[in-house]
């Protein structure tokens, strides 16, 4: 979770916002191939404040990831961050928006590689 909130919080700073509550989320778990754990997607929606009052917006923060968690422990495995953006008007009625875009290279291997299947079911 530290990789969120360095990354969140670098976005906030550069527009001088500060992090409000969450308005919206949309949660899918899935079983997988291992009955140990639960696989989670995500998106978050998250208000946020500006600092200084000079007629900007109510900023919003949308969070996208995936999670494998284990209930049996109750802690996630593995938390993989797939983006984040941010969205505001300007008093002059601009939109402004910022993302961080993650990129993955998951099937590139270089070599030998072990083939690995993965099914997930939505409960």
């Keep these: 979770m530290g990789d969120y909130r360095e990354n969140v919080q670098k976005i906030l700073d550069r527009f001088s916002y500060s992090l409000g509550e969450i308005f ?26 500006p600092l200084e009052e000079d007629g900007r917006s109510q900023g919003t923060l949308l969070i996208k990831g995936d999670a494998t968690f284990d209930p049996s422990n109750n802690q996630f495995v593995e938390i993989r ?33 072990e083939v690995q299947h993965t099914i997930r079911y939505e409960l």
Excluded: M, W
């Design 81 to 113: 961050r797939l983006g984040e953006e941010f969205k505001f008007t300007l008093a002059d009625g601009t939109e402004e928006s910022a993302k961080n875009v993650v990129l993955r290279a998951d099937s590139i291997v270089l070599g030998h590689r």
């Design 24 to 49: 919206s989320d949309k949660i899918t778990a899935y079983a997988t191939q291992s009955p140990s754990y639960v696989y989670i997607d995500f998106n978050l929606e998250v208000d946020c404040n």
